[in-house]
């Protein structure tokens, strides 16, 4: 029973168009996070929220915004799709900081 | 610059045997690792962490940590072909950014039968 739940699972998009990826957790914690992965680059930090509030923001694009309409929720927007941004999106979530991240299915988004 | 450095890339353990996986950070800032296990097409699950140095275990699986050196280790004994996945070390700072984990590139383990 997935306590984190992350939509679509698959997407294939096309060059310059925008997506939505969905993340709703269960866990009653109050923080989340978003990560990415791909082949070629490891599992990397792209942005965190606590309470809602944004807290740090890794990625060096305006083209990815984080959006959080209730404390347990948080999609991503992606504008102007790349091939590059082709890889795994991982939702994820903790209690607070300092304490274990849990992770999501994962929305694997392909950019054709 | 890649902050976390694990070794080896690849890793082959016969069934029964021992497996040890290594990882340093070259952030002096570095207070917690945190190892994950990743098996294929699925999302990383937290192992173990370790925030002190010395040792911890629990179960088949033994953390160390040298926090003069920054350098964890992760060991597993009794290796099974379930225990196959690859392996991410994650580095936390309590000063840095909000939580954010520092990953690895992975030590990709193969148990075999």
């Known amino acids: 029973d997935p306590k984190i739940i992350q939509k679509p699972k698959y997407l294939v998009a096309v060059t310059g168009s925008e997506k939505i990826l969905i993340c709703e957790q269960y866990?009653?914690?109050?923080?989340m996070y978003w990560y990415r992965q791909s082949a070629k680059k490891p599992l990397e930090f792209m942005f965190s929220?606590?309470?809602?509030?944004?807290?740090d923001n890794q990625t060096a694009s305006s083209r990815f915004q984080p959006q959080s309409s209730k404390k347990n929720h948080l999609d991503l927007q992606i504008t102007a799709l790349k091939p590059d941004d082709s890889a795994t999106y991982f939702c994820?979530?903790?209690?607070?900081?300092?304490?274990?991240?849990?992770f999501g299915k994962g929305t694997r988004l392909t950019v054709v | 610059q890649q902050k976390v450095q694990q070794s080896p890339e690849s890793l082959i353990v016969p069934e029964g045997g021992m497996a040890s996986l290594n990882c340093t950070s070259s952030?002096?800032?570095?207070?917690y690792f945190w190892w994950y296990r990743q098996h294929s097409g699925k999302s990383p699950k937290m192992l173990m962490?370790?925030?002190?140095?010395g040792e911890k275990e629990e179960g088949r699986f033994t953390v160390h940590l040298n926090k003069a050196s920054l350098h964890t280790s992760l060991h597993i004994r009794d290796s099974q072909p379930s225990d196959s996945a690859l392996y991410l070390c994650?580095?936390?700072?309590?000063?840095?950014?909000?939580?954010?984990?520092?990953f690895g590139a992975g030590t990709r383990l193969a148990v075999c039968p």
């Open positions: 952030d002096r800032n570095v207070d």
């Open positions: 929220y606590s309470y809602q509030k944004l807290m």
């Open positions: 994650a580095a936390s700072s309590v000063s840095g950014s909000f939580n954010k984990l520092t």
């Open positions: 866990l009653g914690h109050n923080a």
């Open positions: 962490s370790i925030f002190s140095n």
């Open positions: 994820a979530s903790s209690q607070q900081e300092n304490t274990e991240v849990f």
